[in-house]
């Protein structure tokens, strides 16, 4: 089992609702990331945050929100999505940003965007 | 200069042969290559990561062997399994910069 949960796993909704991920990791991680990742292609960084707050954002659509609200926590909020953005969305994290720092992956949630 | 040439795409190995991947890169201040491997509907799962001060790291059945003149390290899964079979992606960062992804290979060991 994955030490970085996510919920739900799959999420099916339409253009105009506005929905939520998340993330959950105990393992004491300063750092979180989301990814997005298309069928046979490796994952896309989104976002990454540092100490709760956000330290890059990989110049995403602000139909993507992105929320820390503390250590163990990070939501990403949907709005008015495209059928384009149908992917899984993975969620990570490491002891701290950098290089030499594994990044502990979950399991995903399989959007889909009707 | 970011990218992670990988190849080859797909890869079909018998039981008990031995897969390898490769990886090529540019940038030489990368200084963290790790591997993932990374089975349908779960996420990537970090399998061995090596550092370019040493040639070869095993642990296992998986070994990276990293060139660091020739700017290339490769995976090598020794006694292929079919519980193997998945998609591996190399990968290589530095400094506070985040991951950069090969392209990814699928495997399958045909039993």
């Known amino acids: 089992d994955t030490e970085v949960t996510q919920t739900p796993k799959h999420l099916v909704m339409g253009m105009t609702n506005k929905k939520s991920l998340k993330c959950e990791q105990h393992m004491g991680h300063r750092a979180m990331y989301w990814y997005k990742q298309k069928a046979k292609k490796p994952p896309e960084l989104m976002f990454v945050y540092s100490y709760e707050k956000l330290s890059i954002n990989e110049s995403v659509p602000s139909r993507f929100s992105p929320e820390c609200p503390n250590s163990s926590l990070l939501n990403l909020h949907l709005h008015a999505l495209q059928p384009e953005d149908s992917a899984l969305y993975l969620c990570?994290?490491?002891?701290?940003?950098?290089?030499?720092?594994?990044?502990?992956f979950g399991d995903g949630t399989r959007l889909s965007i009707l | 200069q970011q990218q992670v040439k990988q190849s080859p795409q797909s890869l079909i190995v018998q039981k008990g042969g031995i897969s390898i991947i490769n990886c090529a890169y540019e940038?030489?201040?990368?200084?963290?290559f790790p591997w993932y491997q990374q089975f349908p509907g779960k996420g990537p799962a970090l399998l061995i990561a090596?550092?370019?001060?040493?040639s070869e790291k095993k642990e296992g059945r998986f070994t990276i062997s990293f060139n660091k003149s020739a700017k290339q390290f490769s995976l090598h899964i020794m006694d292929s399994q079919p519980g193997d079979s998945a998609t591996y992606f190399c990968?290589?960062?530095?400094?506070?910069?985040?991951?950069?992804f090969g392209s990814g290979t699928q495997l399958t060991v045909l039993p």
């Open positions: 090596i550092r370019p001060d040493v």
């Open positions: 990968a290589a960062s530095f400094s506070a910069r985040q991951l950069t």
């Open positions: 940038n030489t201040a990368f200084d963290y």
């Open positions: 990570a994290s490491s002891q701290q940003t950098g290089s030499n720092q594994p990044q502990h």
